[in-house]
């Protein structure tokens, strides 16, 4: 079973085109989500935090 994908961005994304279930925050659109994506980054303003089951992914290729 493929797992969904949160992905906190500032900008535009393609994991949709790749066939992967995710929706998109524009963190720099919306405060909320900033400060949830923060959350998840551990204070970190890097951008793409993805959160994919429990795990998160901070950067691209996780370089975070």
């Not at 925050?25 to 980054?41: G, I, P, Q, R, T």
């Amino acid at each position: 079973r493929q797992r969904h994908l949160t992905v906190y961005h500032g900008g535009p994304g393609d994991f949709a085109q790749k066939g992967k279930d995710a929706t998109y925050f524009d963190v720099s659109k919306d405060k909320s989500k900033l400060e949830e994506m923060l959350a998840y980054s551990q204070g970190k303003r890097k951008v793409p935090v993805i959160v994919e089951g429990g795990q998160v992914t901070i950067g691209f290729n996780g370089g975070s």
